[in-house]
C-alpha cells in the first residue's frame, strides 16, 4: 500500500558529496516524520536524521554541519543532502516514514573509499 522508493546512493571518495531522494507512493494520509537511518557492516541501523511535519529536525551527532534533511510536503519527498563525507558514513542508508507505524524502503548504498 505505501511504499517508500530511494534513490542516489553511489561510491565516493573522503570530503565528497551525495544526494539521497526517497519518495513515499501509495495511499497516504499524513506523514508526521520522515527520516534517513544507516546500518553499516557488523553495526545496529542507526539514526541519521529525521523532520516533521512542523520542519523540526533531528541529527545524530556525528553527522551533524554536515548532512541536510529537507521535505517537500506536497510531493511526500525527503532528501538528504551529505557533504564532507567520511569513510565512516559508508552504510546502507534506508528512508523511514511514520503514518500510524513505520515504514521502511529497501535501502541505498553509499560507499565512502579512496
Known amino acids: 500500500q505505501v511504499q517508500l522508493v530511494e534513490s542516489g546512493g553511489g561510491l565516493v571518495q573522503p570530503g565528497g558529496s551525495l544526494r539521497l531522494s526517497c519518495a513515499a507512493t501509495?495511499?497516504?494520509?499524513?506523514?508526521?516524520?520522515m527520516g534517513w537511518y544507516r546500518q553499516a557492516p557488523g553495526k545496529q541501523r542507526e539514526l541519521v536524521a529525521t523532520?516533521?511535519?512542523?520542519?523540526?529536525?533531528k541529527y545524530a551527532d556525528s553527522v551533524k554541519g554536515r548532512f541536510t534533511i529537507s521535505r517537500e510536503y506536497g510531493k511526500n519527498t525527503v532528501d538528504l543532502q551529505m557533504n564532507s563525507l567520511k569513510i565512516e558514513d559508508t552504510a546502507v542508508y534506508y528512508c523511514?516514514?511514520?503514518?500510524?507505524?513505520?515504514?521502511w524502503g529497501q535501502g541505498t548504498q553509499v560507499t565512502v573509499s579512496s
Open positions: 523511514h516514514a511514520f503514518m500510524g507505524h513505520d515504514y
Open positions: 523532520i516533521t511535519t512542523d520542519r523540526s529536525t
Open positions: 501509495g495511499t497516504i494520509v499524513d506523514i508526521y516524520v
